[in-house]
């Protein structure tokens, strides 16, 4: 077993001389032990740390329009930023790897503020099945992937369909944003989450209008 991990720790170094990994936020390279994203941009891209206040902004906004008990996010996001980069890294760029990545990385935080307590199972918000098809994997489905994994929580991405394509949120109006998505989820699978306490997972929460479409199909 240890002379397999030495192998593959020099094939890794072989193939490093000539595709050297690079940090996803700033482009710059990565050194030993550093995967995606380097230590200088971990520690720049700013934190909510929401696990800690849960009377958060997040929370005072979404409780209002639907019943729930906690609202987190991992990042604070702001355009041009470095959280910017990553998430347009894994929507547009083909890196799932980046969704698992920091799925595992708020999931170690949620485990030892002990949510994992109060979940029963994981959701992510579902894309428009030609949408998947073309990007070839769901952004959301790959962060909770990640948070399942370090959570040790089941998953199911069969209980929520999203039945309408819909336009990109991006320049909506709040307004507009909440018609968009009114009507295009359904639970097909009820039964599933009958009487289970819901994580509901999406990569980017702006007016929180799509997240509140998913939350009311499954609370009907």
């Known amino acids: 077993m240890a002379m397999k991990s030495i192998v593959l720790e020099l094939w890794e170094d072989f193939l490093a001389l000539f595709y050297p990994p690079y940090c996803r936020a700033c482009l710059g390279s990565l050194v030993k032990g550093e995967h995606l994203i380097c230590t200088a941009c971990m520690l720049e891209m700013p934190q909510t740390h929401y696990h800690q206040n849960l009377n958060n902004p997040f929370y005072e906004r979404l409780s209002l329009r639907f019943p729930i008990c906690y609202a987190l996010a991992l990042f604070h996001f702001s355009k041009k930023g470095k959280v910017q980069r990553v998430l347009h890294a894994l929507k547009y760029k083909n890196q799932p790897e980046l969704g698992v990545y920091l799925g595992k990385l708020y999931g170690s935080q949620l485990v030892s503020a002990k949510f994992t307590k109060s979940v029963d199972l994981i959701i992510p918000v579902p894309l428009f099945a030609a949408r998947q098809r073309t990007r070839g994997y769901n952004q959301s489905s790959q962060f909770a992937l990640g948070l399942a994994e370090k959570m040790n929580l089941p998953i199911d991405e069969s209980v929520l369909e999203r039945v309408t394509a819909t336009q990109t949120q991006t320049r ?49």
């Open 172 to 220: 909506k109006s709040k307004l507009h944003r909440w018609t968009n998505v009114a009507a295009v989820f359904h639970v097909k699978k009820p039964q599933a989450i009958h009487k289970k306490h819901i994580l509901l997972v999406d990569d980017v929460i702006t007016t929180g209008s799509t997240i509140e479409a998913c939350a009311q199909a499954l609370l009907q």
